[in-house]
Nanobody, 120 residues
Framework: QVQLVESGGGLVQAGGSLRLSCVASGNIFTINAMGWYRWYRQAPGKQRELVAVISSSGITNYTDSVKGRFTISRDNAKNTMYLQMNSLNAGDTAVYYC???????????WGQGTQVTVSS
């Protein structure tokens, strides 16, 4: 089993920055078999939205609304993924979830979410 735990959320003023972290723990063999890591977010009353992805080799992609402002990264030695969020605006307010997908079984693992609130 693998557990994902997010941290780093909070309340920030518009224009500010936050860095989210997602730490994977548990079965080391399963952790090492993870392929894609993703950040999702869900705002009140809205569907969960894919924000950013990163492959095991470091290939990244972002949803258009965060391009140029957010940066996804991962430290495989620390089993940790990050989301650096700059120039935050009210539209970024949401619960942010990390997700990891096993590269062979395609099983998804989810964190419990961390709240990001941007005040305007």
């Amino acid at each position: 089993q693998v557990q994902l735990v997010e941290s780093g959320g909070g309340l920030v003023q518009a224009g500010g920055s936050l860095r989210l972290s997602c730490v994977a723990s548990g079965n080391i063999f399963t952790i090492n078999a993870m392929g894609w890591y993703r950040w999702y977010r869900q705002a009140p009353g809205k569907q969960r939205e894919l924000v950013a992805v990163i492959s095991s080799s470091g290939i990244t992609n972002y949803t258009d609304s965060v391009k140029g402002r957010f940066t996804i990264s991962r430290d495989n030695a620390k089993n940790t993924m990050y989301l650096q969020m700059n120039s935050l605006n009210a539209g970024d307010t949401a619960v942010y979830y990390c997700n990891a997908q096993h590269r062979f079984t395609h099983l998804d693992y989810w964190g419990q979410g961390t709240q990001v609130t941007v005040s305007s």
